[in-house]
């Protein structure tokens, strides 16, 4: 072997060893995620076990009912003793309605059990997935999560509602009437044990094999959904520049994928359920062979050899169930994988153990602070000091790219500074909760998201205590009262699917009229007015300047008409703050950056 053979074979093992550590440890956070959402109700855990021990009983009882009554029932009937098959008749009627209730009893509760486990795991998600930074959501697409929330949970679902009783039931039958045909007879029960051999090795091969395409599957089918959202969403686009040839060769790629996945995952099981049935079969015909000669030799009871084949046709059905739970639970463990991987993501925007509240005032300081949006990334925002006193609209200015909206991102706190401090009234935003630091800075951003549901529901989202009264006097101070006036329930209609009900224009002023209502120490705009017409931006900026007074406001706009109604502007280039003074100082010196656009604005107009 060469040297560069050598050193492939150790990396080929390296990888493999690396990816069994991986594989093991995705199967222990599984487990754990597993283990957190039935602990709480191990108490119904347990009678449901209790209940399925007594229905397996109830069940098994027959064959042995049927071989009492061959051997020892009908003979004595025929001697005119009818006592001992009346009683088997009974017994096997009691036991057989006996099963069925329990049954019955198990299915329900193991219903019940199921889907609370899902209900818990959903919401669990949901929350969570809320809960994370900005940062996470942006680089995990929404695609992704929808996949967890629907296909992966869907998944589970099979397994607890078709799985979880076949499993308990083929368990407690193997264990019993394995019991039971050593106790009918050794010697036929060493060979159905036999049979064991060759079923633990096909089933580790198919634990592996199986979980590896389940794990495509999970991933695959996740891929499709984000295609299918990004494509749904960008509906406009797609038509407009005829992308939907591109989109269908996309979707035909990942469905191959998709599909290619489930028949490697098709085909284990396949091979799994025909060894299992091969090896059942041919334990059957080995013990009726041995067991029909040994009747005709005399030293096995005809009564025994029939209930020990009825049992172990029973033995070798479960073993079919396995397969399917094995199956079933290939597939929810690598969706367990998936779920689990959302819910031990931690924000990186955390909430302090101990937060300071809040004092008055809107004072905005950043010190030393330096950000870069991860660890290895470029810095985007080197060291700075910057303070916004209380009360005072400051407008950003800047190319795209410049750094502006991270530095509106920073004062909401939809992320920390890599280095350095941002402080609200004196209090690093780091130690403030979440919910206080919300009800001090409000954010309105160019997407103007509007949620289904009426106007005046999308205003009072901030307050929702908020009064009629109170909703429509926001409304009305930026210019909105009219035009929601007009509608045809007026602050009842609902603005359906992302505000789709309102014009570009009307959500952004309804965007307004949320975060005004909020009534913030602290207003974050941020490219607020790009979706305003000419009228609009009139109204706004009208309102803007009795809505900003006495409130600290960070103004983000490429509008000079919209900058100009600032205290200070500050132009950044960079990820630096190049200049800094109020639009009238900047523009009378009449250089810099800002002078230029404000006469590029000045020319534009004539």
Known sequence: MSEDESWRGVAAEEVEELGTAVGAKLQARSRRLLGSLIR??????????????????????????????????????????????????GAYAVSSLANSLLLMAFQRLAGWISQNVLLDLRQRLFRHSQRLSLSFHESYTSGKVISRLTADVDTLKQLLEDGLDN???????????????????????????????????????????????????????????????????????????????????????????????????????????????????????????????????GSLELGILTAFTLYLRRFYDPLDDLAMVANSYASASAALEKISGVLEETPSVAEPAHPKPLPQGGTITFEQVEFRYSADGPVVLPKFDLTIPAGQTVALVGATGAGKSTIAKLVARFYDPSSGSVRLSGVDLRDTADADLRDKVATVTQENFLFSGSVAENIALGRPSATRGEVESAAAAVGAHEFIAALPEGYDTDVRKRGGRLSAGQRQLVAFARAFLADPAVLVLDEATSSLDVPGERAVQAALETVLADRTALIIAHRLSTVLIADRVLVVEGGRIIEDGSPADLVAEGRGEFAALHQAWLDSLV
């Open 167 to 297: 499993m308990l039931n083929a368990v407690l039958s193997l264990a019993f009437i394995g019991t039971l045909l050593l106790i009918l007879d050794v010697p036929l029960a060493l060979i159905v044990m036999a049979g064991f051999i060759p079923l633990v090795l096909i089933t580790r091969w198919f634990q592996a094999t199986s979980r590896t395409a389940y794990r495509s599957t999970r991933g695959a089918i996740a891929k499709i959904i984000v295609q299918f959202v990004e494509t749904m969403n960008g509906m406009r686009a797609v038509q407009a520049f005829r992308r939907e040839a591109r989109n269908e060769s996309i979707m035909h790629g990942l469905n191959t994928s998709y599909r290619d996945a489930n028949y490697t995952a098709v085909s284990a099981v396949a091979v799994f359920t025909a060894s299992v049935r091969a090896v059942g079969n041919l334990s059957l015909a080995l013990v009726l062979g041995i067991g029909a000669w040994r009747v005709t030799g």
């Open 40 to 89: 709480p109700r191990l108490g119904l855990a347990a009678l449901t076990l209790g209940i399925v021990i007594l229905q397996n009983l109830a069940s098994l009882a027959g064959p042995l009912l049927i071989a009492v009554a061959i051997d020892d029932g009908i003979p004595a009937a025929i001697r005119g003793d009818t006592t001992v098959l009346a009683w088997c008749i």
